[in-house]
């Protein structure tokens, strides 16, 4: 009779394992693949996950631990290099495109495909004035931020904020967070290009509300309850929304006063611009431009500062080549000439191929557009609705264009043809991140400063890394700063 109720027991098992492992597991391809099944072109190959969670846990346990490439890779292995696949993430049916010329396609084509960024992101980051149809409206918005004039009015500026941060940093008694002054340096200098010389206790009570804000922009499950982090988040745009609404208003008082532009900051040339219409912007729309201004910069150029730095410092060779081409700039410098000059990091030709080396190793993950039609790509069907994450950390990481990918290998960009669209960082087309160069500048100046006087040394040079949504070490890369003795 127990061995009876043993074999019972046992089958009952069998058939649940059977159930969930290829019933339950398959249930939500199959969904989908049925609800299409008389398009003229299948769904791509893929894996939509469970049903209702699609993949949501598999990314978490992979990007959380640092293994983010492990998601992608295990989908390219199974189902081929066709560079397009579905997939379940972020509560949404989604197309993954990882192909160059795919990927361009997706991003070109705005009329097809719109910014469709996961639901905190969108919440926490919605700007009107970006998403403006309106091109010459998009230009005037970014004009303060693009082209050698405006990098020149920069200049000064980030360099004091270089320096005094090395400076800050080196007089520390006990180790640092480098990626967080990282961040603080890079939040400080976005504030100065918006709000100008703005008070510093109110920068630091911006940085202390937008840190809140960055822990909840991509949200996996945006739970606006008391304690999720995403409540936390959206509380805490408020805050930041009410301080800088005081600030506008005290800036269009100045204005009505007659003194207009004095601060020569982006809010003054917002404040004077009008919309098709003719009207002048609300004061919402301005801080959700500021807000998402703030997203685009702090943290992609804090992490890539960090991660050039800790490249730097794990190959010596490299370090020796990018110090000894910032040791020629200075030795052909005038004695007059006390700072760096646009020219200067012009030559700088090797280090701007180590920030480029860089931000390919540690791109944010993805971008994200949502098919407004139903499409076809490459022989495969895009139901209208459905996300299409353009993922350029595996774009970014491919064998195929960038050959031993994970090795950090600066001159591989000495024969780089841009034209194959396999190296699209800062995006493509009329979303192209307009503050590329102002970036870019910044990284160099950093490191310019950093390669001439400084070294870096971790705590926990082992510690565990985590990828999303751009790969760190959990320690924040806990670090000293040192000041080399010659400096
Ligand atoms: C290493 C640094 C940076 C990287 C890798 C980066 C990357 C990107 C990418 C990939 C996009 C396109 C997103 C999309 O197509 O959905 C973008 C857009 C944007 N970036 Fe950057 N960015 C960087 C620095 C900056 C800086 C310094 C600023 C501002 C000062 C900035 C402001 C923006 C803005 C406002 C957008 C939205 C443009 C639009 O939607 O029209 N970014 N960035």
Same mark, same amino acid.
């Given at each position: ?136 409206? %998009?230009? @005037?918005? =970014? ?6 004039? !405006?990098?020149?009015?920069?200049? #000064? *500026?980030?360099?004091? /904020? ?69 409540? %936390?988040? @959206?509380? =805490? ?6 301080? !800088?609404?005081?600030?506008?208003? #005290? *800036?269009?008082?100045? /204005? ?87 020219? #200067? ?143």
């Amino acid at each position: 009779m127990e061995l009876q109720w043993l074999w019972m027991f046992a089958a009952t098992l069998l058939t649940c394992y059977i159930f969930v492992s290829k019933v339950m597991r398959n249930l939500n391809g199959w969904y989908y693949d049925l609800k299409f099944k008389n398009k003229q072109y299948p769904l791509p190959p893929g894996d939509m996950g469970w049903p209702f969670i699609g993949n949501l846990w598999t990314f978490f346990k992979y990007f959380s631990s640092g293994r983010g490439e492990t998601f992608i890779n295990n989908i390219v292995h199974k189902f081929g290099r066709i560079g397009i696949y579905k997939t379940h993430l972020y509560g949404s049916p989604s197309i993954i495109v990882i192909a160059p010329a795919i990927c361009k396609k997706v991003l070109i084509d705005e009329v097809t495909f719109k910014i469709g960024y996961p639901k905190a992101a969108t919440e926490l980051a919605k700007s009107k004035l970006l998403n403006s149809e309106n091109g010459r409206f %998009k230009r @005037l918005v =970014a004009a303060p931020i693009i082209g050698r004039n !405006v990098l020149e009015m920069y200049l #000064e *500026r980030i360099e004091d /904020i270089v320096i005094n941060k090395l400076e800050e940093l080196s007089s520390m008694k006990h180790p640092v967070e480098f990626l967080m002054e990282m961040r603080k340096a890079s939040f400080e200098f976005v504030i100065h290009i918006f709000l100008g010389s703005c008070d510093q206790s109110n920068v630091k009570k911006f940085g202390d509300l937008f840190n809140v804000m960055c822990i909840a922009l991509f949200s996996l499950v945006p739970i606006n309850v008391p304690g999720f982090a995403y409540n %936390k988040a @959206l509380k =805490a745009r408020m805050k930041f929304v009410k301080i !800088v609404q005081y600030i506008i208003y #005290e *800036r269009r008082m100045t /204005i009505k006063n007659g003194q207009n532009g004095k601060n020569n900051d982006l809010l003054d040339i917002i404040l004077q611009i009008k919309d098709e219409s003719g009207e002048k912007f609300e004061d919402k729309d301005i801080i959700d431009l500021l807000i998402t201004f703030l997203f685009g910069a702090h943290e992609t150029i804090a992490t890539t500062i960090m991660w050039s730095v800790m490249y730097l410092t794990q190959n010596p060779l490299c370090l020796k080549k990018a110090k000894e081409e910032q040791e020629e700039i200075m030795k052909a410098r005038p004695p007059s000439q006390k700072r760096l000059s646009i020219d #200067e990091i012009k030559q700088m030709v090797y280090l701007s191929q180590v920030v480029d080396e860089t931000i390919r190793h540690v791109s944010n993950f993805s971008t994200f557009r949502e098919a407004t039609t139903d499409v076809n790509i490459n022989g495969y069907f895009i139901p209208k609705g459905w996300k299409v994450l353009v993922w350029l950390s595996a774009l970014h990481m491919d064998p195929e264009h960038h050959s031993n990918p994970e090795e950090f290998n600066p001159t591989r960009w000495d024969d780089y043809n841009p034209t194959t669209g396999s190296f699209i960082p800062f995006g493509v087309g009329r979303r192209l991140c307009p503050g590329r160069d102002l970036a870019r500048y910044k990284i160099s100046i950093f490191l310019h400063y950093f390669v001439l006087n400084y070294r870096l040394e971790r705590i926990n040079s082992e510690c565990p890394l985590t990828s999303f949504p751009q790969p760190k070490p959990i320690d924040n890369c806990l670090a000293r700063i040192i000041k080399l003795s010659n400096s």
